[in-house]
Structures are given as C-alpha cells and as structure tokens.
C-alpha cells in the first residue's frame, strides 16, 4: 500500500493553504491523501488536529487574511458568554472597508476599520485585540452580560487591561455603533473580579437596592492578621459575601471553606455563603433568596436604606 509522504516541517503544525502546500512541492494527489482534512475551502489540516475553533479561525484567516472577530475572537480571549452563545459553530471575520466581507460557509464576515492597536497578531490567528473584542461584544450582549465580559477584563489575576486604558480606547469611539451601551456598562465595571458570579451577584445586589459591596478587599482581625479575601463584603457591618460554585463541593474545598468561615465568624464577621440556587427567586413573584440574605444580613447589623426621596411638585405637574 502507497503511503503518503511526509510533509514539509514548515507544515507539520496547524493549517496550511493549498497556495504554500504548492510552493512547498506537494502535489494535487498529495493534497487529497487521507492523512489530511480539509478545516476551510483553500485549506488543509493534519487529520490528528482535531476540529477547534483556533483550528478554523486559523485556516481563515490563512486563506481570507481577515481577523477574528465579535464572539470568535470572545471566546479565544475566553470571555465569560451566555451559554446560549457558547460553542457556536460560526467564525467571525472582520476585513477592512474597500475588500468584501468574507462570505463562505460557517463564516459571519463584517466591514469596519480596525487600528492597528485593535488586533492581536497571535501565534497561531490574527484577532481583534480585548478592548475592541468587549467594544464589539456592545452590540449583541445583554446589559448585565456585558458588564461581566467587561470585568472579566479587569480580573485580579492576569488582567487584559487596566480601566484606564478602557477610558482611552471609548474617547475614541464616540458616535460610533454600540458607544452607548458600552459607555453605559462603563460606568458598572469593576476590577478585581475573581469570577463572573461575583459580578452577577454584585449586580443583582444592586438593582434590588442594596449597596454595592466591594470587591475580594483582604479581611484582617484586630491585630492586623490576614484572614482572608471574601468574594464580596461590607467593612462597616463586617458581612462577608462568598459565592460557591460547583468546585466547592469537593470534600476538600468543603473542609476549607468551613475553616475559611470559621475564622471570619472569630473575627466578628458574619458570612454569606450564596450558591446559584440563591441567585433566582423561592417563588414566582418574589425577590432572589441572595437579596433577601444579603438583606436580613444587613439590617442586623445596623444597615437601613436611605428614605426614597419625592419629587416636589412643580407648576407643569398641576397643568
């Protein structure tokens, strides 16, 4: 049995076009041989690879010299999307005005011009860099989704920009499609987010009128020890927030979190541990348990909200 030759070294590792196949001496039958798929028209891919995103966004770009874009460049950046737009089969490519946006198969191309600071030449892919991915992301995210995405950008460990470059980029961008909403999240984002629950938490927290709690601020006891970083808290009335996802429910991370909170109930905090259980409502028509416990946490320690202020009438009130 004839088995095919091997490839050149310089095409040994992720796609290649049939153009630099060509240049490399394989020949049509070569490229048609079964150690070889075929990710997009114009490509061809070890059939070993696998079939990812990076994998096709990769092929792509090679054969179109657009870049990656709106949700594909999200997810290769790993911003935190709603899980119905998660796994999304279509690559977003953006080309520049004057060239047509790509139209092929599992492709949703578009038209706008991108400054050289908005793309992320990338080992493997050409995409749009994380502030212009997020600015993208103003126009087909929700509010609250996109307040998350945003702080997912400014996270504590392994930020991908600082707000000060965010404000640079938006005075940029005024008038331009999607400035609104973007400006209108702006004006929520926080740094130092650990995860997007906390971001979720922070925000539901406050549409149902509570303060706003700060964000993994270290706890100390009276001494000045460090206790630890609740995912939220208030210093004043010394309540801690803490969201547990589903890795905590390991016999190991249990054992930790119940010392975790152990030692801040010694120091005179009272702990709030909410699950996503407590993020939706006990019953239709009322509010989410997390408000309600966050609430009742509050009041007992010395919290009251501000009284709701009437709007005076005025002359046009009585026409």
Request: net charge positive; glycine share 8%; hydrophobic share 40%.
């Amino acid at each position: 049995m004839h088995l095919p030759s091997e490839l050149p070294q310089d095409l040994r590792h992720g796609p290649f076009t049939v153009a630099q196949a060509r240049s490399a001496g394989l020949t049509r039958r070569r490229l048609r041989a079964s150690d070889l798929v075929q990710p997009c028209r114009g490509a061809r891919v070890s059939a070993l690879a696998g079939d990812t995103l990076l994998l096709r966004a990769t092929a792509l770009v090679a054969v179109t010299g657009a870049v990656v874009s709106h949700l594909s460049a999200a997810a290769l950046w790993d911003f935190p999307l709603p899980l119905e737009l998660q796994n999304i089969d279509v690559v977003h490519l953006t080309c520049s005005p004057g060239q047509r946006a790509v139209r092929r198969k599992g492709v949703v191309g578009h038209q706008l011009i991108l400054e050289p600071a908005e793309i992320t030449k990338g080992r493997h892919v050409r995409c749009t860099s994380p502030l212009r991915t997020w600015f993208d992301l103003a126009g087909i995210l929700g509010p609250d989704d996109l307040v998350i995405a945003g702080d997912f950008l400014f996270r504590r460990r392994n930020p991908l920009a600082t707000l000060a470059e965010l404000d640079d980029f938006l005075s940029g961008r005024t008038g331009k499609p999607g400035y609104r909403r973007a400006m209108r999240a702006r004006a929520l984002l926080r740094t130092r987010t650990d995860s997007p629950k906390e971001t979720e938490v922070r925000l539901l927290l406050r549409r149902h009128g509570l303060p706003e709690p700060a964000i993994n601020v270290p706890m100390v006891d009276a001494s000045g020890r460090w206790i630890q970083d609740p995912d939220m808290s208030y210093e004043r009335e010394k309540i801690a927030i803490q969201y547990d996802g589903g890795h905590h429910a390991s016999p190991a991370q249990r054992r930790s979190d119940i010392f975790r909170d152990e030692d801040a109930k010694e120091a005179g905090w009272r702990v709030v541990v909410l699950t996503q259980s407590d993020l939706g409502p006990f019953a239709p028509g009322t509010e989410p348990r997390a408000v309600t416990r966050v609430r009742k946490a509050l009041v007992e320690r010395g919290w009251a909200p501000e009284p709701s202020r009437r709007r005076r009438p005025t002359d046009a009130d009585g026409r």
